[in-house]
């Protein structure tokens, strides 16, 4: 049989069974056969649940999916504060998310918590799945989806996949910034890029993608670059270098204020 209870908090609830225990002098209410919750443009349904009347916090685990206008989570523990409208996913969770203006993305994160009024995301460590064969691994991660802004802060890779799921290209920082709608980015300290040829060091990198590659990407404030093919090799050091791809192959590189400049040649 399933009831179907109200609660004074706008929204609508229903579980098979319920029951009550008193904890710290407080009445918790117990869905220990599963529960459904529904609020608005959001729905809930998890195998557990708790529900604490005082706080207004609902604590659900095993198999939670939280539908939440086009957006869908799936963990096995997550924290619901009606009071400010905030999640919590402390352990690891599956996120497929439409981002405004510009389609949906895919997360696997850790210890989360997501803001429902600002549609601000937070994780703690999250891989992210920008397009279909780029990913973002990163730390300290807030995705802001009002503005269309990723932020990443902690040890930070963008990796570019072939159709075999092998790495074409890689980009590593300490911050990154990322704008959703223009698909540019920003990539701060200690940045480095690598590929098949062979690696650009250096602090400041200015980045746009296009379709499932990077289309442009503009070192600056001390670039050191060695490229090397079969025994020919290139080695350079200058103040600031433009780079432009056509289907993840370098074919222009600009270089300004070059400080050292070595080539290496096979011989004949």
């Given at each position: 049989?399933?009831?179907?209870?109200?609660?004074?908090?706008?929204?609508?609830?229903?579980?098979?069974?319920?029951?009550?225990?008193?904890?710290?002098?407080?009445?918790?209410?117990?869905?220990?056969?599963?529960?459904?919750?529904?609020?608005?443009?959001?729905?809930?349904?998890?195998?557990?649940?708790?529900?604490?009347?005082?706080?207004?916090?609902?604590?659900?685990?095993?198999?939670?999916?939280?539908?939440?206008?086009?957006?869908?989570?799936?963990?096995?523990?997550?924290?619901?504060?009606?009071?400010?409208?905030?999640?919590?996913?402390?352990?690891?969770?599956?996120?497929?998310?439409?981002?405004k203006?510009?389609?949906?993305?895919?997360?696997?994160?850790?210890?989360?918590?997501?803001?429902?009024?600002?549609?601000?995301?937070?994780?703690?460590?999250?891989?992210?799945?920008?397009?279909?064969?780029?990913?973002?691994?990163?730390r300290?991660?807030?995705?802001?989806?009002?503005n269309?802004?990723?932020?990443?802060?902690?040890?930070t890779?963008?990796?570019?996949?072939?159709?075999?799921?092998?790495?074409?290209?890689?980009?590593?920082?300490?911050?990154?910034?990322?704008?959703?709608?223009?698909?540019?980015?920003?990539?701060?300290?200690?940045?480095?890029?690598?590929?098949?040829?062979?690696?650009?060091?250096?602090?400041?990198?200015?980045?746009?993608?296009?379709?499932?590659?990077?289309?442009?990407?503009?070192?600056?404030?001390?670039?050191?670059?060695?490229?090397?093919?079969?025994?020919?090799?290139?080695?350079?050091e200058?103040?600031?270098?433009?780079?432009?791809?056509?289907?993840?192959?370098?074919?222009?590189?600009?270089?300004?204020?070059?400080?050292?400049?070595?080539?290496?040649?096979?011989k004949?």
């Open positions: 049989m399933i009831f179907v209870i109200y609660f004074l908090f706008n929204f609508e609830l229903k579980a098979p069974t319920t029951e009550f225990i008193n904890r710290n002098g407080e009445r918790i209410t117990l869905f220990p056969l599963g529960v459904e919750i529904y609020e608005k443009e959001i729905k809930v349904l998890a195998n557990y649940a708790e529900f604490s009347p005082q706080a207004k916090i609902f604590f659900l685990r095993d198999s939670v999916k939280i539908f939440m206008d086009k957006d869908t989570c799936y963990t096995n523990l997550a924290i619901y504060n009606l009071k400010i409208k905030n999640w919590q996913m402390p352990e690891r969770f599956f996120l497929i998310a439409n981002l203006d510009k389609g949906k993305i895919t997360i696997l994160g850790e210890n989360s918590r997501y803001d429902l009024e600002k549609e601000v995301l937070f994780l703690e460590k999250g891989e992210i799945k920008l397009k279909e064969r780029v990913k973002l691994f990163g300290n991660i807030k995705i802001d989806n009002k269309n802004f990723l932020y990443s802060y902690l040890e890779k963008i990796m570019n996949y072939d159709e075999k799921e092998e790495i074409i290209n890689s980009l590593s920082c300490d911050t990154l910034f990322y704008d959703f709608k223009n698909d540019t980015g920003l990539a701060i300290g200690n940045v480095k890029y690598v590929d098949s040829l062979g690696e650009v060091k250096g602090e400041l990198v200015s980045f746009i993608l296009q379709e499932e590659m990077i289309k442009e990407a503009t070192f600056q404030n001390r670039v050191f670059l060695s490229f090397q093919k079969e025994d020919n090799k290139i080695e350079l200058c103040k600031k270098i433009k780079f432009r791809f056509d289907k993840n192959d370098l074919k222009v590189a600009y270089g300004e204020e070059i400080l050292l400049g070595k080539t290496y040649l096979k004949k």
